[in-house]
């Protein structure tokens, strides 16, 4: 396995009986990256991330983390990640500090002042002191963010870590995660707030039905999926016929008084219609988003 490469699942399948939870996943995270791992409820991403994490036994395939097998038997090399999956398992009564001190004490090797430093990267310096149990769903977020920094993992598995946060928390957290990246840590991330995902990730996969049904770069993704013109035009209707007629162009249709088309770029839209003596109003570019092509991708896989 290539030093580059600190996750790798290689053809992963989980069958709870006759239910298929997972079906067919291979997946390689790098080193510094931040990977999105998508898909619909059900989809098997939380599953998937049971086995990377050797919390649950594939029916088939493997897990390597450092480039070591991961199962719920060998699990040594995960004391170099941190994790956040599902709700953080606090310990209600015990303040934030508490909480932090409990799990230092697995971790000897800790440099003095960690406790620290991760309540002040999580944003929880001020309330440091404060039972856990009057915290926020965000807040209790942030807490969960800590206890997963506190060993400064090499490896962070991410599950929804955006819960509860407001937008000034959610760009704290994009913040946060791009600087442990510049670092050298490798970032896991699976979440639903596909516009966060968009602006941070470096590559993201797509599961759908327990398969990886696209995988790549987000700029890869994005470019797979074609612009949407828009026309406004004195006769939407003539303008969609003689559209129809151009190379090329498809998905035209009338809607609310305008003219959409797929498949063509609007400097071709404009000339097209000016030979034809239509002369647009307005002319409009819909780019697609990572929300568009997600819905796309999983609306063609259940087809």
Known sequence: MSSDVVVRTSHLKKHFGPVVAVEDVSLEVGRGEIFGFLGPNGAGKTTTISMMLG??????GTVEVFGQPVTPEAHAVLRRAGTLVGAPALLPPFT???NLACLASLYPELPAGQIDAVLAQTGLKEAADRPARTFSTGMKGRLGLALALL?????????EPANGLDPAGIHELRTLFRALAERGATIVLSSHLLHEVELIC?????VHHGRVIAQGTVAELLGGASEMVRVTTADPERTARVLRALPGAHDVVVSAGQVEVRGVTSEVVMYHLVQQDITPHEVAVARPDLETVFLNLTQSASA
């Open 55 to 60: 919390l649950t036994h594939p029916t088939a």
């Open 96 to 98: 934030a500090r508490e």
């Open 151 to 159: 060993n400064q993992p090499e490896l962070l598995v991410l599950d």
């Open 202 to 206: 470096d590559r993201i996969a797509v």
